[in-house]
């Protein structure tokens, strides 16, 4: 079973707008990581927010954690082409899981 | 620094057939899991060894899915015999230890038909 969903499950926007997707859960964890998906591809790594921390950022992405809600958001700011792909959120507690996913469109 | 490496990269076999996918880690990570993805879903977790001892096997059907990873680094799943819902693709992924950042193979695309 999923431990983690994510909304929006599709998502489309124009090139240099921010796009924000939300991951909620239900267990402790002990971290917080999301990964993108290229069509076809495996999934790559992109920021690790653990459980005592509140915000990270990385280049273009901001992670935001709300351990008391049990939810955390991934923002890419001024989106581009290439940035199309699935956004998954997984969830380190006593397993590794991964949330069901938003597909994200930037239209150039 | 090599990436974790996926055998086949497509599988087609017919229904009550066996298959077997082979995984090398990244060399010096202790952790490695299976996952299975079907079309439009997440991954979902199949088992999860901390060097050649299983962690997590939960979500794992053990009537017809086996996997072993021996001497702690390559590791095999098999399914036996398949059925028409194991079409998916089957992620390897490893880490240097649990719960840190995952680096996931190309993935074996398996069609059961």
């Known amino acids: 079973s999923q431990q983690g969903e994510e909304d929006p499950q599709a998502l489309s926007i124009q090139e240099g707008e921010n796009a924000t997707m939300n991951c909620s859960y239900k267990t402790s964890i002990n971290n917080l990581q999301w990964y993108r998906q290229n069509s076809g591809r495996g999934l790559v790594h992109l920021i690790l927010?653990?459980?005592?921390?509140r915000e990270k950022h990385s280049g273009r992405l901001r992670v935001t954690l709300d351990t008391s809600k049990k939810s955390s958001s991934l923002l890419i700011t001024a989106s581009r082409a290439a940035d199309t792909a699935s956004y998954f959120c997984?969830?380190?507690?006593?397993?590794?899981?991964f949330g069901t996913g938003t597909s994200l469109t930037v239209i150039p | 620094e090599a990436g974790v490496a996926q055998s086949p990269r497509y599988k087609i076999i017919e229904k009550r057939q066996s298959v077997a996918f082979w995984c090398n880690p990244i060399s010096g990570h202790a952790t490695l899991y299976w996952y299975q993805q079907i079309l439009g879903q997440g991954p979902k977790l199949l088992i999860q060894f901390q060097n050649n001892g299983v962690v997590d096997d939960s979500q794992l059907p053990k009537d017809r899915f086996s996997a072993e990873r021996l001497k702690g680094v390559d590791s095999t799943l098999k399914i036996q015999p398949a059925k028409l819902e194991d079409s998916a693709v089957y992620l390897c992924?490893?880490?240097?230890?649990?719960?840190?950042?995952?680096?996931f193979g190309q993935g074996t695309r398996l069609t059961v038909v």
């Open positions: 927010i653990r459980s005592n921390e």
């Open positions: 997984a969830i380190t507690g006593n397993q590794f899981y």
């Open positions: 992924a490893s880490s240097y230890e649990g719960y840190t950042e995952a680096f």
